[in-house]
């Protein structure tokens, strides 16, 4: 085979001024000076990609809230081992959001900071001695809680934040459960047998706390099921939650339930498949809306949660 190199000479152009672009500069940012609100800030944000849906997702919250639709947060352990209980408790305070989920982990360190104030052993340390995970009242206190609230009729989320409202711990107001607890919001826990340092402790009822897991996904379930017009947010967890989310919207769609135009968000520091897959792409595929937010927690939480404040 013999071949040619290509001319260009007779390539058909056109003006740029004509063409339809992606970019323009009405959607460039301003810069910010000194004396501006949170609001100027918000507004010298640029009208491009993630900056654009950080404002959107804001104001999809705020729509969810004024129209007194659901607003639910999925939560992994590294949200509140970066300090941001306070800003998703204030939250729940102003009614913003109506409810939480949690994976297993999450007790351990909601409580750990509501006890003690500070949490997040340092595994490395620790797991050469077999130290690890072997504080005693952590293991202890949340697994008597659990054991004594399931025969109470409740759930993980229920028994634990009941432990802490009731308690006196120094720092209780600093613990999403007992929030939970005291302003009668559904927090859920989604435990997977194993994962957590409670679970080697000897005070561990595996039957109450299955029970107490299975509990909480019905009633997470319930949450799910009023989805209709409301925003369903995944935050910094990558495998659990994402598949307890398809699975409690598999069975409400099942049951009859409409949930088909809401809003799901995933917010993490690296995008994994699972919450893309099952909580921003699938759910939403029959007329909903799903967004990414990449960054780092300890700041896009506190970023976003600032956005819904000032458009409310």
Same mark, same amino acid.
């Given at each position: 085979? %013999?071949?040619?190199?290509?001319?260009?000479? $007779?390539?058909?152009?056109?003006?740029?001024?004509?063409?339809?672009?992606? @970019? +323009?500069? $009405?959607?460039?940012?301003?810069?910010?000076t000194?004396?501006k609100?949170?609001?100027?800030?918000?507004?010298?944000?640029?009208?491009?990609?993630?900056?654009?849906?950080l404002?959107?997702?804001?104001?999809?919250?705020v729509?969810?809230? %004024?129209?007194?639709?659901?607003? #639910? @947060?999925? !939560? +992994?352990?590294?949200?509140?081992? @970066?300090?941001?209980n306070?800003?998703?408790? *204030?939250?729940?305070?102003?009614?913003v959001?109506?409810?939480?989920?949690?994976?297993?982990?999450?007790i351990?360190?909601?409580?750990?900071?509501?006890?003690?104030?500070?949490?997040?052993?340092?595994? *490395? #340390?620790?797991?050469?001695a077999? %130290?690890?995970?072997?504080?005693?009242?952590?293991?202890?206190?949340?697994?008597?809680?659990?054991?004594?609230?399931?025969?109470?009729?409740w +759930?993980i989320?229920?028994?634990?934040?009941?432990?802490?409202?009731?308690?006196?711990?120094?720092?209780?107001?600093?613990?999403?459960? #007992? #929030?939970?607890?005291?302003? *009668?919001i559904?927090?859920?826990?989604?435990?997977?047998?194993?994962t957590?340092?409670?679970?080697?402790?000897?005070?561990?009822?595996?039957?109450?706390?299955?029970?107490?897991?299975?509990? *909480?996904?019905k009633?997470?379930?319930?949450?799910?099921?009023?989805?209709?017009? +409301?925003?369903?947010? $995944?935050?910094?967890s990558? @495998?659990?939650?994402?598949? !307890?989310?398809? %699975?409690?919207?598999t069975?409400?769609?099942n049951?009859?339930?409409?949930?088909?135009?809401?809003?799901?968000?995933?917010m993490?520091?690296?995008?994994?498949?699972?919450?893309?897959t $099952?909580?921003?792409?699938?759910?939403?595929?029959?007329?909903?809306?799903?967004?990414?937010?990449?960054?780092?927690h300890? !700041?896009?939480?506190?970023?976003l949660?600032?956005?819904?404040?000032?458009?409310?």
């Amino acid at each position: 085979m %013999k071949f040619k190199p290509i001319s260009s000479s $007779n390539l058909k152009t056109y003006s740029l001024k004509t063409r339809k672009s992606k @970019v +323009g500069i $009405n959607a460039f940012a301003k810069p910010i000076t000194h004396n501006k609100t949170f609001k100027d800030f918000l507004n010298s944000l640029p009208h491009i990609l993630a900056a654009e849906n950080l404002k959107q997702i804001a104001s999809s919250i705020v729509a969810s809230h %004024k129209n007194n639709k659901t607003v #639910a @947060v999925g !939560i +992994g352990a590294h949200v509140i081992k @970066v300090g941001l209980n306070p800003v998703i408790i *204030d939250l729940m305070e102003i009614g913003v959001i109506n409810a939480v989920a949690m994976n297993g982990a999450c007790i351990v360190h909601d409580f750990e900071i509501a006890f003690a104030g500070m949490t997040s052993e340092d595994v *490395d #340390a620790e797991i050469g001695a077999g %130290k690890f995970g072997m504080s005693e009242e952590t293991g202890k206190l949340l697994n008597n809680a659990i054991k004594s609230g399931v025969k109470k009729g409740w +759930g993980i989320g229920k028994s634990v934040g009941e432990l802490i409202n009731n308690s006196k711990y120094p720092y209780k107001d600093l613990s999403i459960l #007992a #929030a939970g607890a005291r302003l *009668d919001i559904p927090v859920t826990v989604h435990v997977a047998i194993g994962t957590d340092i409670i679970h080697i402790h000897p005070q561990m009822d595996g039957k109450a706390t299955g029970e107490g897991s299975s509990r *909480d996904f019905k009633l997470f379930a319930g949450v799910v099921a009023n989805l209709e017009g +409301g925003v369903y947010l $995944n935050i910094g967890s990558a @495998v659990l939650l994402p598949e !307890i989310f398809l %699975k409690a919207l598999t069975l409400v769609r099942n049951l009859g339930h409409k949930v088909e135009k809401f809003t799901t968000v995933n917010m993490d520091f690296i995008q994994h498949y699972r919450p893309l897959t $099952n909580v921003v792409r699938r759910p939403t595929k029959k007329g909903g809306k799903g967004y990414t937010l990449t960054g780092h927690h300890e !700041i896009m939480v506190p970023l976003l949660a600032a956005a819904v404040k000032e458009e409310l």
